[in-house]
């Protein structure tokens, strides 16, 4: 079995205690799952736009090396071990963040009262926030000369979904969940992927689809490691957790008609 491999599922599920089953008889947790849509988006996007932004070496060899398989994609190849990454990584984080929520730090949960609450509102700063994104990324890519698709793919994913739910789900949120759940993603993600896969080049970065900051010390020769992949540790779990927050809000609101289109 592929190193690679183990250290996937090692990192879906090293938060797995016991109270985790509880949550899977919780009808919010598991429909939060049910829905599997943001995973199929970024499956497909993956498999669309991989060869721009990552790099796996091993694919190109016969064996396919340390990944146990590889699947052809649009401009070249992606490890089967990368589908598990999108399809455990949200499934750690929810637990993390539910755990925390409902057991660990329930203290710090903000009553839930969903009379005559709209879900879906645009938070206006967070629109402005987004037009800026977009800015720099346009400015970033005259500068460099090759579009940053990293960072807009992670932009999109953290913002999008931020500009209709935050103005509600940001006040139905445990934020010391989440900062348990963002430190959690953190310090896995520091042994995962800064001091394991970067070193023993299981997949790098295509620098022609980065902004071109680098945090030097957790790169490796030719292997750079950009900030974005850093910023990923933050805009994951808050796109998973304003997820299952939204889904718990649908799922117990008294109107849920009112609740997503307003009366």
Not at 97 to 119: F, H, I, M, T
Not at 177 to 195: Q, R
Request: aromatic share 18%; hydrophobic share 50%; with cysteine.
């Amino acid at each position: 079995m592929s190193a690679v491999f183990v250290t996937y599922v090692n990192a879906g599920f090293s938060l797995f205690p016991s109270v985790v089953v509880n949550f899977f008889r919780n009808s919010t947790f598991s429909s939060h799952f049910l829905d599997d849509s943001p995973n199929d988006f970024f499956f497909f996007l993956d498999f669309l736009l991989g060869f721009k932004t990552l790099r796996f070496p091993d694919c190109a060899k016969p064996d396919w090396g340390n990944y146990l398989l590889c699947l052809p994609a649009v401009g070249g190849t992606i490890p089967v071990e990368e589908i598990l990454f999108y399809a455990l990584g949200p499934v750690a984080m929810t637990l993390a963040y539910a755990c925390a929520d409902e057991k660990w730090l329930r203290y710090y949960n903000p009553p839930d009262d969903l009379l005559n609450v709209r879900l879906l509102q645009i938070s206006w700063p967070l629109v402005y926030t987004a037009a800026g994104a977009i800015t720099a990324l346009f400015v970033a890519w005259q500068v460099n000369g090759s579009f940053p698709t990293y960072a807009a793919f992670l932009s999109a994913g953290a913002l999008l979904p931020a500009v209709f739910l935050y103005r509600c789900i940001g006040g139905l949120t445990n934020w010391p969940a989440f900062a348990m759940t963002t430190l959690y993603v953190s310090v896995t993600s520091v042994i995962w992927e800064a001091t394991l896969a970067i070193p023993r080049g299981w997949w790098g970065y295509e620098p022609s689809g980065m902004l071109g900051w680098q945090i030097k010390a957790w790169g490796r020769d030719e292997t750079i490691f950009p900030i974005e992949a850093a910023f990923v540790w933050l805009a994951a779990p808050f796109f998973t957790v304003l997820l299952y927050e939204f889904a718990k809000a649908v799922m117990h609101h008294p109107n849920k008609r009112a609740a997503l289109l307003g009366n």
